[in-house]
């Protein structure tokens, strides 16, 4: 191997390793997805497609164990999408532990091994009962695709044809006429009608420049594509629609549902035969001239309907298949490294900040065009803003597709019937929160497993179906993201919890605390009702430190339980961590900042009408309803400057309930770059972060949720104890 | 009473390559048209070749002597321009105006 060689395989060996990982991922996905729909054509051609890259792919880089093995897992996969071999259970089963292999062979190329030896006798058996499971017969010939009558080339068919023909036509050497009469030939031309509307008068007339349209019928039996063919010469200069009044849009919805998975509008079209490859060009060219001329392109979807003739429901049903397809995974991508796009949001955060000092300076200098200026600059890094963040979102269903694969197993070991269902996979999050979620994801599943659900005898002796379901499921609400896992299984038994911490020293002997709190008794280290330990749970090791990872992230979590119904457990989380808008309020000297997104409404100089108690808490009259106030000067004693004589009141949301904060002044809205609290600084109770102001000023960043439980609890000092 | 003139006879070509003097010698005939227009007769029977090029002309021609208040007459039309214009939808171009 010569040195360019080397070099090259080093510089892409690492891209191929994390695109193989990702197939493999993928294949195990759509495995499982199978498990439920067998027979789902697109997904099995995905599944053959995953492997078939694997294969082609570690070619290139001289893997050949890893050709070989996936060659045989291929041969197999591309039975079954023939449907010359079913995809039942134990192939299922078999498919899985080649594709641990698979990602076994990947993982030694990862470290610079061709092959993984230890691996190669379980590999051995796996081929040999990969040969087994394919099927020995010939391949049947494929079984005709039945259209819609309408649509069988055999019959004749009345086309419409709409045609301009352009200018250079006759420069070019072609003629309309002939053209007409070769159409002839193809069947039968109806109602021809010319028009001459855009013919000069004769004075003005240029004979050599041709100015001819033309619409009539044309009956027969040849396809769009021949009959595009007709107009192959003159295509580059003449307007033409083909129109099929005799097939419905829905003959043609339904022959795009049933194609095999395009990525793109175009070639879905294109397939169902309600364009033609040259009507797509036509329409992709269009695109193209307008961004061009820097007018905002109409989708392509919309060029389609409206100039290429194509019924407005064919090209919905064509836009869902390809949100189906797109949904799958086929997206087009960039691969960019992660600490680049960090390194970009760090910037954009500083720039925020100094955006901001350049307004200020701009407001003091009071030159209007100087302040307008600096409007404009800001409005764009705001949008700038947006759209990096956006980057960094990747939907939350890839994670809990994971989890498919754990709850299959860990179902099967526990010997209980667990059905997963996710909700919300789209949600979208940013990617470092992800990675870090997992893990407490994992573990409340399993909790799950083990504990929450039953199996399935003890669940049909209590009248329940014997399959267990349990729900991922995420959502945004407000600048949250909200996480769920909800089982049907037995509930949590809040009498054992409670003796449980009376026998931890939990809690006093004798003392029972609130219903709410009783659940959250769970969170506590040292807790597990676990009778036995399984190798999965039950080490008391597990909820606190969930608990604790998800603070970590500025987030809460949440449990609620009904004995022999269920338990959910509900994880918020910001939906980033880096910059958000802001709501800036001063108290005296201070500054502090509200998330915008839980800043429901602002009243000013009502403070009068709040009943308030030394404490700083109180309650406010709000259309009829009662709503707790909470002062800010009070609670983090803010006495430097005199209180105004008429403050102002933030209503803030947390989750579903609201609540009022007395500050004395509203700045208005802030773009914030959320800075990190310092160590020392964490145990304040209330605050989330911090960040630096235009003129250099610190505020500090309320936790709208950890806020609320002051506004409802009096009589809280505002720092954590010192014992903790 | 409309006046009947006659024109030169269309020749067996009326096609692009025809075209351009066609027209000249056609605008050249317009401006001696007397005022009230008339019809225009055109003998056809020669016509061996036609294409749109010259169908474009025809109808631009008919068209001209419309607004002049006349009107165009193909008569004897050869049987390669009456396809012609039917393919091209033109048969209108050989309908006898009264």
Request: glycine share 10%; proline share 5%; net charge negative.
């Amino acid at each position: 191997m010569s040195d360019e060689d080397r070099d090259f395989i080093a510089a892409a060996l690492p891209v191929f390793l994390s695109e193989a990982e990702e197939q493999v991922e993928r294949l195990e996905q759509l495995l499982l997805e199978l498990e439920a729909d067998p027979g789902d054509r697109e997904l099995l051609d995905a599944l053959f497609r995953c492997a078939h890259t694997v294969k082609g792919s570690a070619g290139v880089f001289g893997l050949d164990a890893l050709v070989g093995f996936t060659h045989h897992v291929e041969t197999l996969l591309d039975q079954i999408r023939e449907g010359r071999r079913a995809l039942d259970a134990g192939v299922s089963t078999l498919l899985l532990l080649c594709n641990d292999q698979l990602r076994r062979l990947i993982d030694a190329a990862g470290h610079g091994a061709a092959d993984d030896p230890e691996g190669a006798p379980a590999r051995d058996a796996l081929v040999l009962r990969l040969r087994a499971a394919c099927s020995a017969e010939p391949a049947p010939p494929p079984p005709a695709v039945a259209l819609p009558v309408s649509l069988t080339p055999a019959g004749e068919r009345l086309w419409h044809v709409w045609v301009r023909f352009g200018a250079e036509t006759f420069r070019n050497g072609m003629d309309p006429l002939a053209l007409l009469n070769y159409l002839k030939t193809l069947g039968r031309l109806e109602h021809v009608v010319c028009d001459a509307a855009a013919v000069p008068e004769l004075e003005m007339l240029d004979a050599e420049t041709c100015h001819l349209g033309f619409e009539f019928g044309l009956r027969t039996a040849a396809g769009r594509e021949e009959i595009e063919a007709a107009f192959s010469f003159v295509r580059e200069d003449c307007e033409l629609h083909l129109i099929e009044p005799d097939a419905g849009p829905e003959q043609f919805v339904a022959l795009i549902q049933s194609l095999p998975q395009h990525p793109r509008l175009g070639d879905i079209l294109v397939s169902a035969g309600a364009i033609s490859q040259a009507q797509l060009h036509a329409a992709l060219a269009e695109q193209e001239r307008s961004r061009a001329v820097g007018a905002p392109a109409a989708p392509l979807g919309e060029i389609l309907k409206t100039k290429a003739g194509v019924p407005a429901a064919v090209v919905d049903a064509a836009l869902q298949r390809q949100a189906r397809t797109e949904g799958g995974g086929e997206d087009r991508f960039i691969r960019v490294q992660a600490d680049r796009l960090d390194a970009v949001i760090n910037l954009l955060g500083e720039l925020v900040i100094a955006g901001a000092g350049a307004a200020e300076l701009a407001r003091e200098s009071r030159q209007s065009k100087l302040v307008q200026a600096n409007d404009q600059i800001g409005g764009l890094i705001e949008e700038i803003r947006n759209a990096t963040l956006q980057l960094r979102m990747v939907p939350i269903g890839e994670s809990f597709s994971r989890f498919r694969r754990v709850v299959r197993d860990t179902a099967a070991e526990l010997g209980k019937e667990v059905q997963l269902e996710i909700q919300g996979g789209e949600t979208e999050l940013d990617k470092s929160m992800v990675e870090r979620i997992a893990d407490p994801l994992m573990h409340l599943v399993r909790n799950a497993l083990d504990h929450g659900l039953e199996t399935a005898e003890q669940r049909r002796a209590v009248g329940k179906p014997g399959q267990g379901r349990l729900v991922l499921s995420a959502c945004h609400d407000g600048g949250s993201i909200l996480i769920g896992i909800a089982d049907d299984g037995r509930g949590i038994d809040r009498e054992r919890v409670l003796q449980r911490a009376w026998d931890k020293g939990l809690v006093e002997h004798g003392v029972v605390p609130a219903e709410a709190d009783i659940l959250n008794l769970i969170f506590e280290p040292g807790f597990s009702t676990a009778e036995k330990i399984t190798n999965l749970s039950g080490r008391g090791v597990g909820m606190d430190v969930v608990r604790r990872n998800i603070e970590a992230l500025r987030g809460s979590v949440a449990i609620s339980s009904e004995l022999g119904s269920g338990t959910r457990i509900e994880i918020r989380l910001p939906l980033t961590l880096a910059i958000i808008d802001g709501f800036l309020v001063g108290v005296g000297t201070s500054r502090f900042i509200f998330p915008l997104d839980a800043v429901v409404e602002v009243i000013e100089g009502r403070s009068a009408e709040a009943a308030m108690q030394p404490d700083g808490c109180g309650v406010l009259a709000l259309r009829g309803q009662a709503l707790p106030v909470l002062s800010l000067r009070t609670l983090y004693e803010l006495d430097d400057t005199p209180a105004p004589a008429r403050a102002s009141v933030v209503v803030v949301q947390s989750g579903a309930r609201r609540y009022g904060v007395l500050v004395d002044a509203l700045l208005g809205q802030h773009q914030t770059v959320i800075k990190p609290l310092g160590r020392m600084l964490r145990t304040l109770r209330g605050m989330s972060g911090s960040t630096i102001l235009g003129n250099g000023e610190v505020a500090l960043i309320f936790d709208p949720e950890a806020l609320r439980r002051f506004a409802e609890r009096p009589a809280q000092r505002a720092t954590a104890p010192a014992d903790r | 009473m409309d006046a009947t003139t006659a024109w030169s006879p269309l020749p067996a070509e009326v096609g692009i390559y025809a075209a351009a003097e066609l027209r000249a010698q056609w605008l050249a005939l317009l401006a001696g048209l007397p005022p009230g227009g008339g019809t225009v007769e055109l003998d056809s029977s020669g016509v061996e070749q036609i294409d749109a090029a010259g169908a474009q002309l025809l109808l631009a021609l008919a068209h001209a002597l419309k607004v002049r208040g006349g009107s165009l007459q193909l008569a004897r039309p050869s049987r390669t321009l009456v396809d012609g214009c039917k393919v091209l939808g033109l048969s209108n171009l050989l309908e006898a105006r009264a």
